[in-house]
């Protein structure tokens, strides 16, 4: 993997340990916290996350200043391989157009350099925010995962299955 892939407004690198302060205030804000988690110490659930086998996480970058991590991982199975793609951003840059970039430039990657022919995305149900960013990289919904979520309520909630094909990636504005 390249040292940081750059996309039209963000970069993403190879997180390192000093990124998880960053990453753990971020994880620490209500809207992140309620997809991410990770108990009462933030700071080891970031270190518990960058250490998961199989999965690789970049830091995203904005002007220099730390906005979230994004991640994948793949099914080697070759009669089923495909990458998947999580993200999470700082809410102070929502809507802004960070994320798509950010997603867009890791599919770019996924399917140009690791050959993948298909990135899958599971985005919560309700998500509109993230749905929509997600369709604009040219991200499909495929089906709704029911119940496929716990919440930090304790209920379950549904996730929406997206996935894109390489030859639908759509290219920067």
């Known amino acids: 993997m390249p040292t940081t892939l750059r996309g039209t407004r963000v970069a993403l690198r190879p ?35 960058l250490a998961e086998p199989g999965a690789e996480q970049l830091t995203i970058e904005y002007e220099d200043a730390v906005i979230g991590m994004i991640q994948w991982s793949a099914e080697a199975d070759p009669d089923y391989r495909h ?65 496929y979520e716990r919440g930090p309520d304790g209920t379950w909630h549904d996730g929406l299955l997206m996935d894109l094909l390489a030859e639908e990636l759509t290219q920067d504005p």
């Open 15 to 49: 997180t390192a340990p000093s990124d998880v302060p960053s990453l753990a205030a971020i994880r620490a804000t209500p809207e992140v916290y309620a997809r991410w988690r990770g108990g009462a110490d933030l700071v080891a659930a970031v270190r518990e996350d």
């Open 83 to 147: 990458a998947s793609i999580d993200i999470y951003l700082d809410p102070a840059v929502h809507g802004r157009g960070l994320g798509t970039d950010a997603v867009r430039t890791l599919a770019r990657h996924l399917f140009a350099d690791h050959g993948h022919h298909r990135i899958v995305i599971d985005p919560a149900a309700d998500n509109a925010a993230a749905i929509r960013a997600y369709a604009k990289v040219g991200f499909r919904p495929v089906g709704v995962m029911r119940s």
